[in-house]
């Protein structure tokens, strides 16, 4: 079975550029998750997807932060405009059922 | 109350030993409680999971170990290896009705030396 996959694994802009990252998650899966890991702590979602719907997105930055899943399988996720403070790793996750998630490596950005 | 405090940060233990991390929670609705292991570079996977309905939960060398009146759950690394050397994560979930997103401790650094 493959896994979640991401692209691209390494990411260097200026502030105030725009970005984008893309996740697949493992075929038939429902469910999918962003997550914000920043250096030295723990994941924190950013958004929920269930097929194409938004089930949670309470933490998402909306003013700069936006993510889609057309057709409830890829999903993007774009920073537009990039701070520093958005330097982490973007990991996408998916689910089959209630309760384990399924990480992808993460995508690492770097904001100059 | 959304928070899920973990500790130590981080944990040196020589090949052999035992390694314990614990994890605290304030939120009673609470009812999933897994732990994940990330490597430099990779994203986490799934170590082990409880539910509040058992008090200790055993898969090989880890076993977690939960305290629901005291909020409190922790993990087992036993006969530490130096493969165990990574990143542990505890989380917490609320899973009533549907999907919940995970609540994740800052995470602790496991370094077994050989």
């Known amino acids: 079975e493959a896994g979640v996959a991401q692209s691209p694994r390494y990411k260097i802009i200026e502030k105030r550029q725009s970005v984008a990252f893309w996740c697949n998650p493992i075929s038939g899966h429902a469910t999918l998750y962003w997550y914000q890991q920043i250096l030295g702590q723990g994941p924190k979602l950013l958004i929920q997807f269930q097929n194409n719907g938004v089930v949670d997105d309470s933490q998402l930055p909306k003013d700069r932060f936006s993510a889609e899943r057309l057709k409830g399988v890829d999903s993007t996720l774009k920073i537009q405009p990039a701070k520093l403070e958005d330097s982490a790793v973007y990991l996408c996750?998916?689910?089959?059922?209630?309760?384990?998630?399924?990480f992808g490596p993460g995508t690492r950005l770097l904001v100059l | 109350q959304q928070q899920v405090k973990q500790s130590p940060q981080s944990l040196i233990v020589q090949k052999g030993g035992i390694s314990i991390i614990n994890c605290a929670y304030e939120n009673t609705a609470f009812d999933y409680f897994p732990w994940y292991q990330q490597f430099p570079g990779k994203g986490p996977a799934l170590l082990i999971a409880i539910r509040p309905d058992v008090s200790e939960k055993k898969e090989g060398r880890f076993t977690i170990s939960f305290n629901k009146s005291a909020k409190q759950f922790s993990l087992h690394i036993m006969d530490s290896q130096p493969g165990d050397s990574a990143t542990y994560f505890c989380a917490a979930a609320r899973y009533g009705g549907s999907q919940g997103n995970l609540i994740f401790g800052k995470g602790t650094k496991l370094s077994v030396k050989p």
């Open positions: 996750a998916s689910s089959s059922g209630v309760w384990t998630q399924y």
